[in-house]
C-alpha cells in the first residue's frame, strides 16, 4: 500500500483548507485510513479516521471543525479542515490501517500552517 498526502498550505485562522490522502497499490487490504498531525516539539496525535464502513472517529480537538471523507472511485481519503485555528499548525499525515492494530502504513507529511 502506498499513500500520497497532498494539500497543505499557509492559511490564515479561521480559514480553511482541505487534505487528500490518494491510496495505491493494495487497497483492497485496507481497513481503515486515519490522518494524524505532528506540531513542532510534540508527540504524533490521532486526528480522525474513516473506516471501509464509513464508520468516522474524530478526536476531540477536531471534532465538529473537521470532516473525514472518501471517494472510492478515486481511492482517495480527504480531510476537510475549517474554522483552521494556529494550533492546528503541524505536519499532517495519513496512515492505513490493514490489520487488527495500526497503522500500517504511512504517507509522507503534508505542511498545514495556520497564522494568527
Known amino acids: 500500500v502506498q499513500l500520497q498526502a497532498s494539500g497543505g498550505g499557509l492559511v490564515q485562522a479561521g480559514g480553511s483548507l482541505r487534505l487528500s490522502c490518494a491510496a495505491s497499490?493494495?487497497?483492497?487490504?485496507?481497513?481503515?485510513v486515519a490522518w494524524y498531525r505532528q506540531a513542532p516539539g510534540k508527540r504524533r496525535e490521532f486526528v480522525a479516521s474513516i473506516t471501509r464502513r464509513d464508520s468516522t472517529n474524530y478526536a476531540s480537538s477536531v471534532k465538529g471543525r473537521f470532516t473525514i471523507s472518501r471517494d472510492n472511485a478515486k481511492n482517495t481519503v480527504y480531510l476537510q479542515m475549517n474554522s483552521l485555528k494556529p494550533d492546528d499548525t503541524a505536519v499532517y499525515y495519513c496512515?492505513?490501517?490493514?490489520?487488527?492494530?495500526?497503522?500500517?502504513?504511512w504517507g509522507q507529511g503534508t505542511l498545514v500552517t495556520v497564522s494568527s
Open positions: 496512515a492505513a490501517v490493514v490489520g487488527d492494530i495500526g497503522p500500517d502504513y
Open positions: 497499490g493494495s487497497i483492497f487490504s485496507i481497513n481503515a
